[in-house]
């Protein structure tokens, strides 16, 4: 800290706040601590009285919070992360596009292990919003030695981002309906609207519905003709379960699917199956879906349109945070759901 003519701190930052009082009218703060002096504010700390100021000393290999908070904002910013002017030593990360928000975990630790540094986040694997906020970086003191901002910038320097916005891609979506009850004509189809919805939110390139019997040849013939047509993503409703009349595990398995997994550590949703054919995702949703606003389904859809390949280690972490409290008003994705 050092004294300084108010003339000759422009550029500086200020060690206190500036107190202004206009009798009847206004007492309070004109200059907050931690401000960076400016040309025009010279007259103002004049007519307050104010001929000289503290500052901090700028050869002290120290760096302001803001200009701190900036670097460090820059150096773990992605793709599709966009951070808006550093205020009071916090830099704010927005997602620039609707997707997948991702988190690497290991190297956001590692960052917020450097003393005076602090990143906090959304958790990884968040469905985020064109806009919406994901990350505050802030410095906790004024100023901070530089060397820890280097640090950062070195870290993501070599090892990369530490956040980014996968965009979802315009995926081609087959849904296959399964059910003897529904093929039949028994009961009307209440799972088909239930999954157009939530393609919706993808914007999915939608090519329809096909209608399966109880009966692994034709369930299986099903998915073949959707892979045909060139369907990205299969997702077969019903029969998941273990009555005699539950085929579709069996069906995709005929076809010669890689199951990742049949049978999930998360509730609702234990039933479910994730297959691959070549590169086309095979769901077998089972009919909690059709029933709970919130399921795997919710989880799994987002990772899928950002074109995440999963593996079965990605189901098996889901059981930790997997038990759904089915609250009165649901507000997943904000929320432990499956994360
Ligand atoms: N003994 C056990 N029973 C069940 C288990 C289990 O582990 N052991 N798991 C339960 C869980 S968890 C779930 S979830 C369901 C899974 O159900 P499925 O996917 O096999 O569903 P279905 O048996 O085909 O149907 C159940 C129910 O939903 C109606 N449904 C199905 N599809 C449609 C449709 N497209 N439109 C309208 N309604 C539909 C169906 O008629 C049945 O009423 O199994 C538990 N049981
Ligand atoms: O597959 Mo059922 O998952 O939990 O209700």
Redesign the pocket.
């Known amino acids: 800290m050092k004294k300084v003519p108010v003339e000759k701190a422009i550029g500086m930052v200020l060690c206190h706040d500036i107190t202004k009082i206009i009798p009847g009218q206004f007492k309070g703060r004109a200059f907050k601590k931690g401000h960076i002096i400016q040309k025009e504010d010279i007259d103002e700390l004049l007519r307050l009285g104010k001929e000289h100021v503290y500052v901090w000393e700028q050869n002290s290999g120290e760096i302001h919070e803001d200009e701190a908070a900036l670097r460090i904002a820059r150096a773990v910013a992605g793709e599709n992360i966009e951070y808006c002017e550093p205020k009071e030593g916090k830099v704010t990360l927005k997602a620039a596009v609707k997707g997948l928000f991702k988190v690497d975990s290991k190297l956001l630790q590692e960052i917020n292990s450097i003393e005076y540094i602090s990143i906090a986040s959304l958790p990884g694997d968040f469905a985020v919003e064109e806009g919406q906020k994901v990350a505050g970086a802030r410095i906790i003191p004024l100023m901070i030695e530089e060397k820890r901002v280097k640090e950062v910038e070195n870290l993501c320097g070599e090892k990369g981002s530490v956040f980014q916005v996968f965009q979802y891609k315009k995926l081609k979506v087959s849904v296959i309906t399964t059910g003897n009850e529904v093929y039949k004509g028994r009961i009307q189809d209440k799972f088909g609207p239930v999954i157009l919805k939530k393609l919706d939110y993808f914007n999915a390139d939608y090519l329809g519905q096909t209608f399966c019997p109880d009966s692994i040849e034709e369930i299986k013939k099903a998915i073949l003709g959707c892979r045909e047509r060139g369907a990205d993503l299969i997702i077969l409703t019903g029969g998941?379960s273990v009555d005699p009349d539950d085929v579709t595990p069996s069906a995709i398995r005929n076809t010669g699917a890689r199951v990742v997994t049949y049978g999930a550590p998360v509730?609702?949703?234990?039933?479910?199956m994730m297959a691959y054919l070549d590169t086309t995702a095979i769901l077998g949703v089972?009919g909690?879906a059709m029933y709970y606003k919130t399921t795997i389904l919710d989880s799994v859809l987002p990772k899928i349109f950002a074109g995440q390949i999963l593996t079965r280690d990605d189901f098996v972490r889901m059981g930790e945070g997997g038990f759904c409290l089915n609250c009165e008003v649901c507000r997943y994705p904000n929320c432990y759901f499956c994360r």
């Open positions: 998941m509730q609702p949703g234990n039933m479910f089972p909690c």
